[in-house]
């Protein structure tokens, strides 16, 4: 992977540690709403999550499009779910929740899916 690839690759985490961030500072507060972390995290790992895959096409490292497109379709609801709520002044618990699953399960994916790690 190039240059531009691996600083793609950094904003993309950057973005989805943002995004997780967001979410668990507020697990304890007994009312949840979109903040500004979140909304940056969640676009931020988009659009950099487009752009890593566009070089990654590019080049000639082999993409697995089936996990791409899996973590494509979470972070659009992500994304889409968020901008929806965002000028509320509180998000249902059940939403909350959906939203830390659906990071979490994210970032799972990204880990363990197609890992080669030999342990």
């Known amino acids: ?4 690839g691996l600083v793609l690759l950094l904003v993309h985490v950057l973005g989805f540690s943002a995004l997780l ?3 668990l500072v507020q697990v304890r507060d007994p009312e949840k709403k979109v903040n500004a972390l979140m909304r940056d995290g969640v676009g931020t790992a988009f659009v950099a999550g487009i ?4 070089v990654l096409e590019a080049g000639d490292s082999a993409v697995a499009h089936d996990k791409i497109g899996v973590k494509f379709a979470i ?7 968020i901008m929806m709520n965002l000028r509320k002044p509180r998000i249902p618990n059940g939403l909350y929740w959906a939203l830390l699953a659906m ?3 994210n970032i799972v994916l990204a880990l363990f899916w197609n890992a080669k790690h030999g342990y």
């Open 1 to 4: 992977m190039n240059t531009l």
């Open 21 to 23: 961030g967001g979410l």
């Open 51 to 54: 752009g890593l895959v566009g």
């Open 75 to 81: 972070t659009l609801v992500l994304l889409v779910l």
């Open 103 to 105: 990071t979490v399960l």
